[in-house]
């Protein structure tokens, strides 16, 4: 299964519909300028949780492939929670949850591949979140 999401990933990878971080994320000193930057990637990634599609990000050093079940603010900051399906890791735990920190990721692109939707866990309703944004149904 994961030799076919590796094929179908380099297929999507020359298609049309793929998105990029215009700006790399880090600590700005205005909030204003964070909203600013971070309203197109929060619509990529509404569309994506909306539509069920795999997200490949840049994250700490390596590139993931997740499924998208959560977005939202965690403790003041954008973030989501992701099925990491394949890619780095810094545990060496693939596959796996993951909680990424939007303000450290970068070269966002989703991709035309789907997945079935939200997977059984403790994560199936949002708890301690801020302010949620988007769930996966």
Known sequence: EL???SVQHRFAERLIF???LAVPLGNPTEQGCLDAI?????????HAIDN?????LNYHGGFRL?????????????Q??????AGFSESGEVPGWRRFDLS???????????????????????????????VVH
């Not at 971070?38 to 509404?46: V, Y």
């Open 66 to 78: 997740v499924e998208p079940q959560v977005l939202g603010v965690f403790d003041g900051r954008h």
């Open 38 to 46: 971070m309203a197109p990637n929060i619509q990529a990634l509404k």
């Open 80 to 85: 989501l929670l992701s099925y990491q399906l």
């Open 3 to 5: 030799r076919a999401l």
């Open 18 to 20: 793929r998105l990029r």
């Open 104 to 134: 450290d990721a970068s070269d966002l692109t989703v991709l035309p591949v789907t997945f079935d939707g939200p997977r059984p866990t403790r994560f199936d309703e949002p708890v301690g979140w801020d302010e949620v944004l988007a």
């Open 52 to 56: 069920r599609h795999l997200l490949q």
